[in-house]
């Protein structure tokens, strides 16, 4: 480990606080580090490992796929790509998908869409999106401005311009920052994660939602973590009874592998035209096939099991000593906790369960199909570091 550490030092670019840890091997929701300790792992990669590390089904569809051809590019037709596409497209009501490599990227093309759609429908004067203070959106130029918290502005400007702030839940000002400035489209998060696991009010995501379809503006929802079952829906509009204009999805997608989509509705299927956007390892059909295993196996019965195990954990921590509130949606959740988030992170690290942050909160993402004892049992060690 003290090698590997001093390797990773000398080469690898400072711009990650790594934990203490190197994960070596694993399976499920249980890995082990060089030294064979185990530890449950409720991060799943920041909410990528959707059926846990070396998932069966996923191994055998990605395994298949790199027997028969890693990557052609996009000049030409592969199955996988194509199939995905179906499959996103039948399940949410979309019409076209885009493929990126990122939630970042898949933002981007979002971003794109609704420009184009805007100055085509409107005129090249409407081109501001309105995102909400406290998002977050990507770290590129374009997904920085995107996103309302100005610490991650600072060092990087000037920054790409047309985007203002809104404050979250507040229709009548959203509404109006969107009248005054033109806006192409709006870009929410139905759950701010990065923010600090907080969902957006029901009446205001609907409100929204009206407003964007009375005046033409388009609706967009970051469902980068926040979707393929998260929260207990298989993307979290769902739960809010809205249908966006623009979808955009990653990080479980792919299982473990970079996979990014954007979803085109019905108003923009066709915006984007030959040459207007790409990517070359958009659609790749290893990921693709990953994809394919992973959202074939998101239905109602594993996502009952989300909501039933995100009950279970509320449950668990509301009131319970040393905790000051817990938010979230699904498997998607929040801790405040009266001592510093880090200490308690570190505390469950020693004692073999692996969380993450989210500003000030504990942060908790665990697989999809965590066994529920192996939850609970996480769960107990967290209480225990609250104390």
Not at 88 to 96: D, H, P, Q
Not at 288 to 301: H, K, M, Q, T
């Amino acid at each position: 480990m003290s090698e590997l550490k001093a390797i990773d030092k000398q080469y690898v670019a400072n711009t990650y606080a790594r934990f203490p840890v190197e994960i070596v091997s694993g399976k499920g929701s249980v890995v082990r580090d060089e030294t064979g300790k185990e530890y449950i792992d409720l991060g799943s990669g920041i909410g990528v490992t959707a059926f846990g590390i070396a998932d069966d089904a996923w191994l055998a569809a990605v395994t298949a796929q790199l027997g028969k051809v890693q990557h052609m590019s996009n000049l030409y037709y592969t199955e996988p790509c194509a199939r995905l596409a179906e499959l996103l497209c039948s399940r949410t009501g979309m019409k076209k998908v885009f493929f990126a490599n990122s939630g970042a990227e898949a933002n981007e093309g979002a971003i794109k869409a609704a420009r184009k759609y805007a100055a085509e429908k409107k005129g090249a004067d409407h081109f501001t999106v309105v995102t909400l203070k406290n998002s977050f959106h990507g770290r590129t130029l374009t997904t920085l401005a995107a996103t309302g918290q100005e610490h991650y502005h600072e060092l990087f400007q000037p920054l790409t311009p047309g985007f203002v702030y809104a404050e979250a839940n507040d229709l009548a000002g959203t509404v109006a920052l969107a009248r005054q400035h033109k806006a192409a489209g709006i870009l929410i998060e139905c759950v701010q994660g990065e923010g600090g696991v907080i969902p957006l009010e029901k009446e205001y995501i609907q409100g929204l939602a009206a407003f964007c379809a009375a005046e033409d503006v388009l609706l967009m929802v970051d469902e980068v973590q926040t979707g393929n079952g998260r929260t207990g829906a298989l993307y979290s509009y769902m739960n809010f009874g809205v249908q966006p204009d623009i979808v955009t999805t990653a990080k479980g997608l792919g299982g473990g592998l970079p996979l990014g989509a954007v979803l085109l509705g019905e108003k923009c299927e066709y915006v984007l035209g030959f040459g207007d956007h790409g990517s070359t390892f958009g659609g790749n059909p290893v990921c693709c096939a990953g994809a394919l295993s992973v959202l074939g196996r998101i239905d109602e019965a594993l996502l009952a099991d989300v909501r039933a195990k995100s009950a279970a954990v509320f449950a668990a921590l509301e009131g319970a000593e040393g905790v000051e509130s817990v938010s979230g949606l699904g498997l998607m959740i929040g801790i405040q906790t009266k001592k510093p988030a880090a200490q308690v992170v570190k505390e469950c690290i020693a004692q073999g369960v692996l969380c993450l942050t989210a500003k000030d909160k504990v942060r908790l993402l665990p697989a999809l199909n965590i066994p529920m004892e192996t939850l609970m049992k996480a769960v107990d060690v967290i209480k225990a570091a609250c104390v």
